[in-house]
């Protein structure tokens, strides 16, 4: 397995396009997959990460994790896999957005991925800040649907696997149905090489930018060699598209890398037929941590902090000349409540970011503080400590009016829920839906109704 140094992935980060293009082949064929015991064969797929490095680890349950992957390809022997990601790596071209870029592209090569498809979103992204997609084949193999973003990169890639006297050939292309007719998929596949001696399967694989049903009957009709169709994912968990008996099998692979999606190729059922069958495997919080995934995730961490990030987030003004003038500002006058909530966890909900290591990402930070979207709150622990945790006026909105005319302007009772979804999304905080009245009770710091003693 390569590693790559820290020198040359910030020469990565910092320029790409000065990297000297290698000349490829439309199709690579590799050998040295040999001595298996079982005719079986399994395409991890991954994809559409959207730069979800790993769960925010806010709650329990939560799915995802670079570092988890591992636990999950490790269970088939690196002669029976194969290791493919399918693209969209970041969601946009922020600057936190592509320090994530390249630190994935670093925990692909640490976990052994054999393949990396970059789609049309992706190589927009390389184009407009590194340069040419063609640097990054230095690293790993690469491959893109064909056009002027793709430069050079081919996009067809092939893996040769042998069974005792058996070889299975695993084809993986990529087009984009929208520019490319379907006639032209079957030009992807090559036939055997001439010598071939000993038995030989093949088994196409097709990496589509648009899945519909009546674009999967037309890819059967049209281009028969093809037997399996990976589908652009538009929801976090994999599933099957269409009928999983037809050919070809159709699925998408979920988001987010919540789920790791399996293609199980048994070659020895049918002499010259493969048996696909599909299932998505999730990555659970039990699942073992590679301790090399985690320091890249430290790395990480001290990039978006070197970055200074927190201080450029965008930042609005208020309207109304209202502004954030911190939990303290209450306590004088609505002591019961002030004093209850400073005894709750989310009083002290920046501390949990400071233990991991995330204080420095605004990702994180905006849900462990107040107001962070506005001029006025939350800036940096050093600048603006007094926004610093989640305090009274994220529910309650900005108090500088009701602090000088507490009788004229009353603090609005904003709806709990309203507020509470906001960073208690599934991803963030996965056993809140459901559980709404029960996790209000936990934050309940105002005494009964029409009882006084709050306030003075």
């Known amino acids: 397995m390569k590693r790559i140094a820290v020198g040359i992935f910030c020469f990565i980060l910092i320029s790409v396009s000065c990297i000297s293009k290698q000349p490829t082949e439309s199709s690579r064929h590799q050998t040295g997959h040999s001595g298996a015991d079982a ?14 490095l790993k769960p925010c680890g806010c709650s329990g349950g939560q799915l995802g994790g670079l570092d988890r992957r591992s636990a999950v390809f490790d269970t088939v022997p690196e002669e029976q896999r194969l290791i493919i990601d399918t693209g969209s790596l970041v969601k946009s071209e922020s600057e936190q957005d592509l320090i994530k870029f390249n630190i994935i592209i670093q925990a692909f090569d640490l976990l052994g991925y054999d393949l990396i498809h970059f789609n049309r979103h992706d190589l927009e992204i390389i184009g407009n800040n590194f340069g040419s997609p063609d640097g990054y ?45 379907i006639e032209f998929i ?10 071939d001696t000993m038995p030989r399967s093949s088994v196409n694989i097709l990496i589509l930018n648009r899945c519909d049903p009546e674009l999967i009957e037309s890819i059967a009709e049209k281009a028969p060699t093809v037997d399996c169709l990976i589908c652009p994912s538009e929801s976090d968990d994999p599933h099957i598209v269409g009928d999983p008996n037809q050919r070809p099998l159709a699925f998408s692979i979920g988001r987010k890398g919540r789920n790791i999606a399996k293609l199980h190729i048994d070659t020895a059922q049918i002499e010259n037929t493969a048996k696909l069958s599909f299932q998505a495997q999730k990555v659970t919080e039990d699942l073992e941590q590679d301790q090399t995934l985690l320091n890249l995730y430290k790395d990480y961490q001290k990039l978006v902090k070197d970055a200074n990030l927190l201080e450029k ?27 209850e909530w400073m005894g709750k966890p989310h009083a002290s909900a920046f501390a949990t970011l400071e233990k991991v290591g995330s204080q420095y990402d605004p990702e994180c930070v905006k849900c462990h503080v107040v107001g962070m979207d506005y001029d006025s709150g939350f800036i940096s622990e050093s600048k603006t400590p007094l926004m610093k945790d989640v305090g009274c006026e994220v529910c309650h909105g900005p108090g500088s009016k009701h602090n000088a005319y507490p009788e004229q302007i009353k603090m609005p009772i904003t709806e709990p829920d309203s507020v509470c979804i906001e960073c208690h999304t599934p991803e963030h905080s996965s056993d809140y839906a459901g559980h709404e009245e ?19």
């Open 39 to 52: 005719e079986t064969i399994t395409v991890f797929f991954t994809g559409y990460e959207l730069g979800a």
């Open 137 to 181: 084949e230095s690293i790993l193999n690469i491959m893109a649907p064909s056009g002027p973003l793709s430069s050079n990169t081919p996009s067809t890639f092939t893996q040769r696997f042998q069974f005792h006297e058996k070889l299975v050939d695993i084809t993986v292309a990529t087009i984009d149905v929208n520019s490319t007719p």
């Open 186 to 195: 079957g030009e992807l596949y090559f036939p055997a090489p001439e010598g």
């Open 313 to 339: 987030h965008p930042r609005f003004t208020l309207p109304d000349g209202l502004h954030y003038a911190g939990s303290d500002s209450c306590a004088s006058c609505h002591q019961y409540s002030y004093v």
């Open 438 to 456: 029960e996790k209000l009770l936990l934050i309940q710091h105002w005494p009964e109704p029409n009882d006084l003693s709050d306030v003075k």
